[in-house]
């Protein structure tokens, strides 16, 4: 009789904890980036120019290097969601929706991605300072900054491989304190880096 009451505790525990753990579940949200790319020919009256770009793979400073949203809310502190992610690193959402806006511009012969094998006459290269969460009393933004450096691979002068080394940035405010809104404002940041960086590569690379 005893083990059979013991038995019946146990399995109301047991059944009691299964429960807990599944209230106290939460999915996981996963973010990424969403942005047009323009036809800058026809914005900006360019012309193409002949030159064949490959875009690295972007590095990043240590403290964003996860697919965790990070966020600023107190002076030197950064903390980051446990339950809001972005759907990859941003190394890799960077890299490969700047090489996609590049070569959607028109404004390059070619526009290579990260890994790619085909021949390129330069290479973009870049380092993500910033691309986080910035918390306020009376808003939220989101703030990105990359340094890119643009390299000619054609060259053996090393004085003249480097064509430029140029920081990037942007800081959009989020419609709403929500990390979907932060998505959305990363979105029209990482716009605006973009065209920065499309349009001044081929200012670079239009006199040559």
């Not at 064949?52 to 793979?57: D, G, I, M, N, S």
């Not at 990260?114 to 009393?137: A, C, Q």
């Not at 643009?150 to 990390?179: A, G, M």
Request: glycine share 2%.
């Amino acid at each position: 009789m005893r083990f059979a009451i013991f038995i019946l505790i146990m399995f109301s525990i047991v059944s009691g904890g299964c429960v807990t753990l599944k209230q106290q579940y939460k999915k996981i949200e996963y973010y990424t980036l969403e942005y047009d790319a323009p036809d800058l020919i026809e914005k900006a009256t360019l012309k193409p120019v002949p030159a064949v770009l490959k875009v690295e793979h972007f590095s990043i400073a240590p403290a964003l290097n996860s697919s965790r949203i990070v966020y600023r809310d107190q002076e030197f502190k950064r903390s980051s969601y446990f339950y809001h992610k972005w759907k990859t690193n941003p190394t890799d959402m960077i890299s490969y929706s700047l090489a996609r806006y590049i070569r959607e511009s028109g404004l390059f012969k070619a526009v290579n991605v990260p890994y790619s094998k085909t021949p390129h006459t330069h290479i973009v290269e870049g380092l993500i300072d910033e691309f986080l969460e910035w918390d306020s009393k009376d808003k939220w933004e989101a703030v990105l900054s990359v340094n890119v450096t643009l390299l000619d691979v054609e060259t053996s002068d090393v004085s003249k491989k480097i064509i430029f080394q140029q920081k990037f940035s942007s800081r959009k405010k989020c419609e709403e304190k929500h990390p979907k809104a932060l998505a959305r404002a990363m979105s029209q940041a990482m716009a605006e880096v973009s065209e920065g960086i499309c349009l001044t590569i081929h200012k670079a690379l239009a006199g040559k």
